[in-house]
């Protein structure tokens, strides 16, 4: 019969502790009938051995006419079997009424052990044994000796170890040992089973925090309550990724539905331009819708490596990611009559979506060579905790009070360095969404090159 299978963690726990406290149970009934201590009846192969003996006694002693020398000998030679494998034997006997006929004056604790069995036998018609120490008494037999009545009793040398049973419930301690030994197995299969959904899970949800929103069909595997808490996880991810997806997707429409009216507007001044000709408004006009453009621009660039980035990550080596933009970088410095000092790049890999991470760190990069007067620095440490990238110039920089700032969209700062660029203040923007994504952490420091510092920590 097959055994139904057991889903529910409570389930399992109630069946380990009832199985357990089943075992125990099953060792104290069993108990009595494995205790050779207890009067019992005799195996059928050592009744038969035991009539042998009495046959072969009394054929001994079948001319014998006193008991007392009868006595003498069986108490002062030991009988063997005619098995090289028989234990030494001692007999005894007692009348009908169960008084033990001896010639040794000083009994040993045999003939107290006899006595005490003599006394336990309610049948003399079934006989029993009984265990005394080392020596199992069985008896009575009915045997006749110097024309007289009387029984016999066998003691034979009980070599055998105790039984397994009688060792525990004589020791408390080994009986919680013995049930400790049966349970452990069990209670470390079910920490096992318990712990694989939960490994799963606890992967997954790694894997959320570091920007990958995939379903996980094996979380909905195990106890029902794993299974439950596996499909809402798998739910939420699922949830997650359609929201995520459908804000992107709308920051893309809307950045393609107001370049329409940008156009209209570039049209209608370039009309209103050669109508009215040259004039100061219609240069403001230009020079603000130039700046909605650009800003159109960052925006459309934005939501293109946004949109499904969480879904598209792969492993790929830090040397692949980096070399080619320093390289870039470097290039673009030294055309701008500076240098940009670049450390080198560590062995490791990370697990990011390339595209979406390369303009985050090209956003940074060329932001400090933009605004650096002579020198840019850029050093990339691998840490215990993940790759530390900092990135730092000798420019103006940026007020202390403002530096958690910088990183907001289209925030501008009251310094030179924004008004100069008349940006749209949306590149560290950018970059700080795409660390951010990557599970990283992004901050703005003042460099000791005099400008700004700007750190980023990715986990690897």
Not at 4 to 10: E, M, V
Not at 93 to 111: A, E, H, K, M
Not at 180 to 195: C, D, G, K, Q
Request: glycine share 6%; hydrophobic share 40%; with cysteine.
């Amino acid at each position: 019969m097959r055994l139904p299978k057991i889903t529910s963690l409570y389930g399992r726990i109630f069946a380990i502790f009832w199985f357990t406290i089943f075992l125990v149970i099953l060792a104290v009934l069993a108990l009595p009938h494995f205790d050779p201590r207890k009067s019992r009846d005799i195996a059928p192969p050592h009744y038969e051995r035991m009539l042998e003996i009495r046959d072969s006694v009394q054929q001994a002693f079948s001319s014998a006419q006193d008991l007392g020398r009868v006595l003498e000998h069986l108490e002062g030679r030991a009988h063997r079997g005619p098995g090289p494998d028989d234990n030494r034997l001692r007999l005894f006997i007692t009348d009908r009424d169960g008084n033990i006929q001896t010639s040794d004056r000083r009994p040993d604790f045999i003939f107290k052990a006899l006595r005490n069995f003599v006394t336990t036998i309610d049948n003399p018609q079934n006989p029993q044994q009984k265990l005394y120490g080392k020596t199992m008494i069985s008896g009575p037999l009915p045997i006749r000796l110097a024309n007289g009545e009387y029984y016999l009793y066998i003691g034979t040398r009980w070599s055998e170890p105790p039984h397994f049973l009688l060792q525990l419930f004589d020791h408390p301690l080994r009986l919680l040992l013995a049930v400790m030994l049966v349970s452990t197995p069990l209670l470390l299969w079910l920490a096992w089973a318990l712990s694989q959904p939960a490994r799963r899970l606890e992967k997954a949800a790694q894997r959320v925090a570091q920007g990958v929103f995939e379903i996980d069909p094996e979380l909905e595997k195990g106890t029902s309550e794993f299974r439950q808490a596996g499909a809402s996880f798998n739910q939420m991810v699922a949830a997650v990724n359609v929201m995520i997806s459908r804000q992107q997707r709308l920051l893309s429409d809307i950045s393609h539905e107001l370049r329409s009216p940008l156009t209209r507007l570039r049209m209608a001044q370039a009309l209103a331009n050669r109508k009215l000709g040259e004039s100061p408004d219609l240069t403001r006009i230009d020079i603000e819708a130039q700046r909605l453009e650009q800003m159109i621009a960052k925006l459309l660039e934005l939501s293109s490596m946004q949109v499904d980035s969480h879904l598209s990550r792969e492993v790929q080596p830090l040397s692949s990611l980096c070399d080619a933009l320093l390289a870039d970088c470097q290039f673009e410095a030294e055309q701008m009559g500076k240098t940009l000092l670049a450390s080198e790049v560590p062995d490791r890999s990370l697990t990011c979506h390339p595209q979406l991470l390369m303009s985050a760190l090209e956003n940074i990069v060329r932001n400090a060579i933009y605004y650096g007067k002579q020198q840019v620095r850029v050093t990339l440490t691998d840490k215990v905790n993940g790759l530390l990238i900092r990135v730092e110039d000798d420019g103006d920089g940026v007020p202390e009070e403002e530096l958690n700032s910088i990183f907001r969209p289209f925030y501008r700062v009251s310094t030179a360095r924004d008004r100069h660029s008349g940006g749209a203040g949306l590149g560290l923007a950018i970059a700080e969404n795409a660390i951010r994504q990557h599970n990283g952490t992004i901050t703005a420091a003042r460099s000791e090159l005099g400008g700004l510092l700007v750190e980023v920590i990715l986990p690897l």
